[in-house]
């Protein structure tokens, strides 16, 4: 990774409180251990989900970003298209969160970001986690798509031959940032010889 890359590639990052939460605390890691940096908002469902889901405290999971944001401050700096950005994942994006961004209806800073991220014409990724789905949430989806947004389910590539869900979480979200420019170097890759799927989860 470059040093221009590092000092210009700020990626805001979403959670909020579909279940999966763990998708978005490595998302964290891995900028961290790049040196990228990261912009989080939670909502408060994300807050309930990561006690059900994980033995870390929300404090924990905040001191992994680069900056923190409340998700009612609707005033922060990634609520304005002038703060610039990379783009946002939202990751694990609910049905909720999903349908506020499809609207344009925000109502907390996390969808009030994502709506800034594709007026700026950035990059939007949102990984939706919900199964199975109904017209509407599909109807959705293909607004979001038609106005530039990537919705990229969680879908685990079993190619991979992944033995642990570490290594699932971590080819996944691989394939994601592989859409902002960013090789992790832990993506299984047709054709091309097999990495070191996961990277130090102490870091």
Not at 22 to 48: C, D, F, K, P, W
Request: proline share 4%; net charge neutral.
């Amino acid at each position: 990774m470059s040093t221009a890359m590092t000092q210009s590639f700020r990626l805001i990052v979403g959670i909020s409180g579909a279940s999966g939460v763990q998708y978005g605390v490595r998302l964290l890691e891995i900028l961290r251990h790049l040196n990228l940096e990261s912009h989080l908002v939670m909502t408060r469902s994300a807050e309930v989900t990561l006690a059900h889901e994980t033995d870390l405290k929300v404090s924990e999971v905040r001191q992994m970003a680069t900056r923190v944001y409340s998700v009612t401050d609707i005033g922060a700096a990634i609520s304005s298209g002038s703060f610039q950005t990379r783009g946002m994942i939202v990751a694990p994006c609910s049905i909720r969160s999903m349908s506020e961004i499809a609207t344009g209806v925000t109502g907390n800073l996390l969808t009030r970001a994502a709506d800034v991220t594709l007026k700026e014409r950035r990059r939007l990724v949102l990984m939706v986690r919900e199964t199975p789905l109904h017209l509407g949430h599909l109807r959705s989806m293909v607004a979001l798509a038609e106005m530039g947004a990537v919705v990229a389910p969680p879908v685990p590539a079993l190619y991979a031959r992944p033995s642990t869900i570490d290594q699932m979480i971590d080819h996944t979200l691989g394939r994601l940032l592989d859409l902002f420019g960013i090789d992790t170097g832990w993506v299984r890759r047709w054709g091309e010889p097999t990495p070191v799927v996961g990277g130090d989860r102490g870091d």
